[in-house]
């Protein structure tokens, strides 16, 4: 997905994050994810929640009490991608991502990914509703 010439915000950046992480993960796994959603917490954290996620290599790698190794594969590829994942929810922000992590987990399979961006400017703050858990 190009990146757009201004930066998103409210449901549109939360629909573009969520479409390019299901882009990315149907590119490199091969297959989208059965679940896709994007939240914005407190204004600056984006959270990507994929469900679904395995393969059916995966699946029957799992089956096969071999959920380490899923696990460790999954993480050293996120690891190694991460600038992939970074670069779009930059380009589709317009802000810097300050951190990123991933994680993922069997039985529910669930993905995670989160973004802390740099703090929004003062004027796009208060027209982002914040969400308090």
């Not at 096969?64 to 992939?84: C, D, G, P, W, Y």
Request: hydrophobic share 45%; proline share 6%.
């Amino acid at each position: 997905m190009p990146a757009p010439r201004t930066p998103l915000s409210g449901d549109a950046l939360l629909v573009a994050v969520t479409e390019a992480m299901v882009a990315l993960h149907r590119r490199y796994h091969h297959r989208a994810p059965v679940t896709a959603k994007t939240l914005l917490l407190g204004g600056d954290m984006l959270v990507c929640v994929l469900g679904g996620i395995y393969t059916d290599i995966e699946k029957t790698m799992i089956e096969l009490q071999r959920v380490t190794i899923v696990q460790e594969t999954r993480s050293a590829f996120q690891t190694a991608m991460q600038h992939k994942f970074i670069a779009a929810a930059e380009g589709l922000s317009g802000r810097a991502v300050l951190s990123f992590m991933s994680d993922h987990h069997v039985g529910p399979d669930i993905e995670v990914i989160l973004f802390m961006l740099e703090p929004a400017p003062l004027e796009t703050v208060s027209s982002q509703p914040a969400v308090i858990c």
